[in-house]
């Protein structure tokens, strides 16, 4: 086992670093770096959901036909945000599972090709005479 680079050691944690055939590979670090940039995105929506409550506090009526609701614009926003992101998740959930039956008709039908190619490579040959 080679030893790390003493400056990658003490500039990255132990955690980040993986060794492969006597080099040091920054495998994790970008890993992490996503995950970064991904609660920075989202702690920047939330801050801008604060913000905007803030800003509009006044109450909304809501009339649905069979009842009337009356919330704050902030959080009536939010809630139908929040429906049409679940909305888009159950579409993308259908679109997925047609998706996996898809795979599976393929890869049986994978096992069977290879099936029948295994049991005719197994065959005697005939001549053509």
Same mark, same amino acid.
Request: aromatic letters at 8%; charged letters at 20%.
């Given at each position: 086992?080679?030893r790390?680079?003493q400056?990658?050691?003490a500039?990255?944690p132990?955690?980040?670093l ?9 495998v994790?670090?970008?890993q992490?770096?996503?995950y970064v940039?991904?609660?920075m995105?989202? /702690?920047?929506? +939330? @801050?801008?959901?604060?913000i ?5 506090? &006044?109450?909304m009526t =809501? ?7 009356e919330m704050?614009?902030s959080?009536? /926003?939010?809630? +139908? @945000?929040?429906a049409g992101?679940l909305f888009g998740?159950?579409c &993308?959930?259908?679109? =997925?599972?047609?998706l996996?039956a898809?795979r ?5 039908a994978?096992h ?6 295994r049991?005719l490579?197994?065959?005697?040959m005939?001549?053509?005479?």
């Amino acid at each position: 086992m080679s030893r790390r680079p003493q400056v990658a050691a003490a500039v990255l944690p132990d955690l980040f670093l993986r060794e492969r055939s006597g080099s040091v590979n920054v495998v994790g670090l970008s890993q992490m770096l996503r995950y970064v940039v991904y609660f920075m995105v989202v /702690l920047v929506v +939330f @801050m801008v959901a604060v913000i905007f409550a803030a800003i509009n506090p &006044a109450p909304m009526t =809501l009339d649905l036909a069979f009842t009337k609701l009356e919330m704050q614009t902030s959080l009536a /926003l939010i809630a +139908f @945000m929040a429906a049409g992101w679940l909305f888009g998740l159950l579409c &993308a959930g259908f679109l =997925l599972l047609k998706l996996l039956a898809d795979r599976r008709k393929l890869r049986k039908a994978l096992h069977l090709a290879e099936a029948e190619v295994r049991s005719l490579r197994s065959m005697p040959m005939q001549d053509a005479d």
